[in-house]
């Protein structure tokens, strides 16, 4: 079992940078691959993207490539997302999860086990 909750949301104005957290509680965070995804009102949720396990691969939607950068500290059981040039299409609440089978599809949200609470992200023009 593993527990997730997502800080470091809040107003940002366009251009501008924030890094969300996801602090985990439980057991073998470390054999985890994890995920970033949002979910803007009125749309479904979407995969931002991952990390694998040990932090050395990493995946990214092309709407955020280039911009936003995971990242993971096992010895802290925390992930990053570190979000750069921001744009008011970032608007969302965003959501970490982590999926105990590492060969599983990283952008779909059925193949991950457990989830944060979300925290909010928005971008004003």
């Known amino acids: 079992q593993v527990q997730l909750v997502e800080s470091g949301g809040g107003l940002v104005q366009a251009g501008g940078s924030l890094r969300l957290s996801c602090a985990a509680s439980?057991?073998?965070?470390?054999?985890?691959?994890l995920g970033w995804f949002r979910q803007a009102p009125g749309k479904e949720r979407e995969f931002v993207g991952g990390?694998?396990?040990?932090?050395?691969?990493?995946y990214y939607s092309d709407s955020v490539k280039g911009r936003f950068t995971i990242s993971r500290d096992n010895a802290k059981n925390t992930m990053y997302l570190q979000m750069n040039n921001l744009a008011p299409a970032d608007t969302a609440i965003y959501y970490c999860?982590?999926?105990?089978?590492?060969?599983?599809?990283?952008?779909?949200?059925?193949?991950?086990?457990?989830w944060g609470q979300g925290t909010q992200v928005t971008v004003s023009s």
């Open positions: 999860a982590a999926k105990r089978t590492p060969a599983s599809s990283w952008s779909l949200s059925a193949m991950y086990n457990y």
């Open positions: 439980g057991r073998a965070f470390s054999t985890y691959g």
């Open positions: 990390i694998s396990y040990s932090g050395d691969s990493t």
